[in-house]
């Protein structure tokens, strides 16, 4: 029997926020021309994976790769951060995967190798940089099968080309003159575009998604394979997402195609990749999560100076107060069901749930052995809120920061910093859900844990 290969589930994350005036004169009267996605202050590369893949059922035999340009850590496994967040089994396979052309690969990891892949990125420029406006923060997740879209054909190309690097250390991209690598990267995408519609034997295809982080590029090749300009108008909305942004494309793609219809996938950075799909019948219940025009839809403005506070490239002075300690590594080990996947334990006298969990129960005081004790996942489920407590001393860069008590459907109370929120929108009863985020960095560690942000009643 032929194996078909394809895309069995999707999932697009784009955060809260986004910029669309960079002026360091204050802010100005024009309309934004284009504006990005901006990743708060406490999330990153990992963060923005967990939510992309925080849907998807994943096989205890898989595999979980993470594609990214901006990892928080260069010798630690990102991915498993990610992988311990979820809940995986510890069979399943972490490896991240670095470089421009990460998210092309990750795409044929899915369709090669049934692997489940995630592509994030983080991008800073320079303050005012020209193109600081036309970088962005994203995730995408995908995982192997045939409901959303079946592949047709694929090609690739690899082309050394000194365009866009990073030393490291290195905090933001160095940029060759886009007018000399985008006749290179524009050839090799022809190229491969050729090759797949051959072997497809396909001489027109319904939709066209291109992504480049050579703009110039990106613009020839739209024109000359006559795309639509849908993933034009998408990245004037979030930017060049980095390793996200083909895979985000993609997903936008998938969230507006009928089944039957083709979509043509090309990126070229450092070469080209193309992907030719066939949309499946099942591709509407594949979408794991919410669409791409409804997170545009529902996200923020941010202001250019909080902008800068929260990616640390302006000084501001905090309170006078120390930094937070940095976690270690023996008691994050021995509580990761706490600190990476929000479980609890519920009582097998009373049912009561105790956070964090304990041998003993917090309302009956009844005492499980060791392996009596039920572990209770409290990740997915709604909180309400019955105390607010705002923070005028946060080490963080706002000048206040919300705590929130909550109680959880089910059972069980968290105390958790609020996220995505203003503090004067939080109030007693707000319903809530858990979101993994960066709490800070001390010594070189990142802390992760859980915060509350916003939910609807049905989410």
Known sequence: MTQTHGIGAYAAYLPAHFLGDNSLDGASDRVPVRVRSVAAFDEDVVTMAVEALRRFPLDADGHLVLATTSAPYEVKTAAGIVHEALGLPAAVGATDLHGSRAGASALAFVVDHGMVVVAADVRTSRSGAPDELAQGDAAAAFSPGADAAVLLARAGRSVELLDRWRLPGERHDRVWDERFTADALVAAAQEVVGETLRTAGRESVDRVVVSSPNPRAAVALRRALGGGGEDAALERQTGFTGAAHPGLLLAAALDDAAPGDTILLVSAAEGADAFLFEVGAGVR???????????????????????????????????ARPASAAPASPPMLRRSGWKHRLEGSRCESCGAVTTPPARGCAACGHLATA????????????????????????????????????????GGRLIAYAADVDPDEVEVGSPMVSTFRRLWTTDGIHNYFWKLRPSSEDR
Do not use: F, K, N
């Not at 941010?302 to 506070?309: A, E, I, K, N, V």
């Not at 489920?381 to 909550?406: F, Y």
């Open 371 to 410: 392996d009596g004790m039920v572990v209770e996942p409290l990740r997915d489920r709604v909180a309400r809120v019955v105390s607010v407590t705002r923070d005028h001393l946060t080490t963080m860069p706002e000048s206040e920061v919300t705590v929130v008590v909550a109680d959880v459907d089910g």
């Open 285 to 319: 219940a594949a979408r794991l999560g919410p669409a791409v025009s409804a997170q545009l839809a529902e996200r923020r403005a941010l202001s250019y100076g909080r902008y800068l506070r929260w990616r640390g490239l302006i000084d501001v002075q905090g309170p």
